[in-house]
C-alpha cells in the first residue's frame, strides 16, 4: 500500500529524515513513533506531497505521491487541526466530501452519518470560531473518516480530546479495521497505540530504528512505553 | 483513451470551477470587502447629483454626462484594482494559517488547480464587482442624464484584464516577499503606469514634440534607459484610458488598445508562469 524508499528530507544543512525505508501492507495499522523532532511529522507530510524530498521515493497503491491520483481514497487529520473561521462544521464537512473525488451523490448523506460518528449532532450548523479545540479535532477526524477512505493518516487524532472522546476514537478505528482499512497513526499515547495498532515504526533523529510487529517487540512483562524508551535511549 | 482524458478534463474544470466558487464566497464574507462596498456605495451617492450639475472650462461648456461616466468609470476601475491586490495579497497566508490549504491539498488535487481555482475565484469575483458598480453607474447616467452608454460595460470587461494582472503579480510576489510589500509594489507599478500614461500622453501633443526638438531633448542618440523601462512596463494606465475611450461620443481607436492589451495579456503569462513555480515550492503545513 505505502513504500517509503531511501527518502530524505534537508533543510539547509539540518537533515530531518534520512534514509528511510520501510513498507506498509494492506490493512495494516502501522504506529509512526519516535520522540519530538524524530522526523515523524516531516515523513509525513512528505507522504501527502505537502513537502518535497532531497532524496528517495515514497508510493501509494504504486503511484508516486506527486501523483495527485495517489490522494484518491486518503483521509487525513493534521497535527494541528483547524477549520476557517467562516464555515460551519457542515460547510467543511461538505466541501472535503466534494473533492474526494468518488462522485457527488450521497455528500449529504455521508456528512449527515459523519456528524453522528463524531458525536456533533446539533452543532454542526455552527461557525467554526465558536468551536472548542477538542470540538474542532472532532469535525476534522470526520473530515479524514469522509467517503470511506482506504488509508487513513492520523498526526495525533487524540491530542485535543476528553478521555471519552480518546476512547470513542479508539472503539472507532478498531471498528475500522474489520473493512480492511490502512491506518497510519502518529501519537504519543503508546498505550492506545498498543491496542489499536498491528505495527510500530521507531524514529529517531530522522532515522528508522526499527519496523516490526508490536507483539514481536514487546517482550514478557514490558510495555511498548518501555520498548520505545530502549530503542530511543539505545540508538 | 479519448473518452478519458475528456473524462478527466471535465473533472479537472469541474474541480477548478468549485475552487473559485469557493474562493469568491469567502472573499466576499470577510469584513474587509463588505467595507469596500459600503464605501463604494457611499460614493454612488455622493455622485448621484453630479449629472445635473453644468462644467465650464476656458468659457467652453461641456457634456455634464461624458465627464461624470469617464471620472466614475476611473475612480471604480482603479478602486476595484485595489480591491483585488488587497484580496490576492493574503489569500496565500490565510489559507496556510486557517487549515484551508492543508484540507484541500491533502484531496486528489494538484497544486496547479489549486493555484488556478484561487486565481479564477478572486478575478472574476473582482471583475463581477466592477461590473455591478459600473452597471449601476450606467444607470445613474440613464436615470439623471436619460444617457445611454452601451461602451461602458464593455470597457469594464476590457479592463478586466487589468484586474488579472494586478491578482497575478500580487500573488506572484506574495510568495517571495511579505504581503504588504507586494501590495505595496503593485500599487507602485500602478501609479507609475497611470503616470507615465499622461506623461506619453502630452509628449505626443505637436506643441510639446516641438518644444522638445527645439529645446533638443532629442539630440541624444539611442534608447534611453527610462524610454526602454516605459516600453516594459505594464499598460495597465493604457489599457484603462483605451478602454475608457468606448465610452460617451469620443472617437475610439483599436490600435490604440492592442498596444497595452498585448502588453498586460503578456505579464500576465509570464506572472501566471511565476506564480506556479513559486506555489509549487511552498511547503504547505
Redesign the interface.
Known amino acids: 500500500m505505502i513504500e517509503f524508499r531511501g527518502v530524505t528530507k534537508c533543510y539547509g544543512t539540518l537533515t530531518a529524515v534520512e534514509n528511510v525505508a520501510f513498507s506498509i501492507a494492506r490493512g495494516e495499522y502501522c504506529a509512526l513513533l519516535g520522540p519530538n523532532g524524530a522526523g515523524k511529522t516531516t515523513l509525513v ?1 512528505m507522504l ?5 524530498m532531497s532524496a528517495g521515493a515514497i508510493t501509494i497503491d504504486g503511484l508516486p505521491v506527486s501523483d ?5 481514497a ?1 483521509g ?1 487529520l ?1 497535527e ?7 464555515l460551519t462544521g457542515w460547510e ?1 464537512l461538505k ?2 466530501a ?4 468518488t462522485g457527488s451523490s450521497g455528500i449529504a448523506d455521508d456528512c449527515a452519518r459523519i456528524v453522528q460518528v463524531i458525536g456533533m449532532q446539533g452543532r454542526e450548523h455552527e461557525k467554526a470560531r465558536t468551536y472548542s479545540k477538542g470540538m474542532v479535532q472532532r469535525f ?1 477526524l470526520g ?1 479524514a473518516l469522509l467517503r470511506d477512505p482506504r488509508l487513513l493518516i492520523l498526526d495525533e487524532p487524540t491530542s485535543g480530546l476528553d478521555p471519552i472522546g480518546i476512547r470513542e476514537v479508539r472503539v472507532l478505528l478498531e471498528s475500522l479495521k474489520s473493512r480492511g482499512m490502512t491506518l497510519l497513526l502518529n501519537s504519543h499515547f503508546l498505550s492506545e497505540v498498543e491496542r489499536i495498532c498491528d505495527t510500530a515504526a521507531i524514529l529517531n533523529r530522522g532515522s528508522l530504528l526499527v519496523k516490526d510487529p508490536i507483539a514481536a517487540i514487546v517482550k514478557e512483562n514490558e510495555t511498548l512505553e518501555d520498548v520505545f524508551v530502549r530503542v530511543v535511549s539505545g540508538s | 483513451m479519448m473518452a478519458g482524458t475528456t473524462d478527466s478534463m471535465k ?1 479537472t474544470c469541474a ?1 477548478i470551477a ?1 475552487l473559485a466558487w ?1 474562493t469568491i464566497i ?1 472573499e466576499f ?2 469584513r474587509s470587502v463588505v467595507i469596500f462596498f459600503a464605501a463604494c456605495a457611499a460614493f454612488m451617492f455622493v455622485m448621484r447629483g453630479c449629472y445635473q450639475a453644468s462644467y465650464v472650462v476656458n468659457g467652453e461648456a461641456l457634456d455634464a454626462a461624458t465627464i461624470v461616466s469617464h471620472a466614475t468609470f476611473h475612480v471604480v476601475a482603479a478602486g476595484v484594482m485595489m480591491l483585488a491586490a488587497l484580496m490576492a495579497m493574503r489569500i496565500f497566508k490565510r ?1 496556510r ?4 490549504q ?9 497544486r496547479w ?1 489549486y493555484l488556478a481555482g484561487k486565481i479564477a475565484g478572486l478575478w472574476l469575483g473582482s471583475t463581477a464587482s466592477m461590473l455591478a458598480l459600473h452597471g449601476v453607474l450606467c444607470l445613474m447616467a440613464f436615470l439623471n442624464a436619460h444617457v445611454v452608454s452601451p461602451g461602458y460595460l464593455t470597457a469594464s470587461l476590457l479592463c478586466s484584464v487589468n484586474l488579472l494582472l494586478v491578482v497575478l503579480a500580487v500573488m506572484a510576489l506574495s510568495l517571495w516577499i511579505p504581503d504588504f510589500l507586494a501590495f505595496l509594489a503593485i500599487l507602485g507599478v500602478g501609479v507609475v503606469s497611470f503616470i507615465g500614461h499622461g506623461v506619453e500622453a502630452v509628449a505626443q501633443n505637436p506643441m510639446v514634440q516641438s518644444a522638445m526638438q527645439q529645446s533638443g531633448a532629442q539630440g541624444a542618440h539611442g534608447l534611453p534607459w527610462w524610454k526602454a523601462a516605459w516600453i516594459l512596463w505594464p499598460k495597465l494606465g493604457g489599457l484603462e484610458v483605451a478602454a475608457s475611450s468606448l465610452i460617451g461620443s469620443e472617437s475610439f481607436s483599436a490600435g490604440a488598445l492592442v498596444n497595452p492589451l498585448v502588453n498586460v495579456v503578456v505579464f500576465c503569462c509570464v506572472l501566471g508562469a511565476l506564480c506556479y513555480i513559486g506555489f509549487s ?1 511552498e ?3
Not at chain 1, 495527485?68 to 484518491?72: A, C, G, I, Q, V
Not at chain 2, 494559517?97 to 484551508?100: A, K, N, Q
Open positions: 507530510r501527502l506531497h505537502f513537502t518535497a495527485p491520483h495517489s490522494r484518491l486518503i487525513y493534521s494541528q487541526p483547524r477549520i476557517p473561521a467562516q467543511y466541501r472535503c466534494q473533492l474526494g473525488g476534522c473530515a | 473533472k474541480t468549485t469557493w469567502d464574507r470577510q489559507e494559517d486557517d487549515g484551508t492543508a484540507y484541500l491539498l491533502s484531496r486528489p488535487i494538484a488547480h515550492r511547503e504547505i503545513v
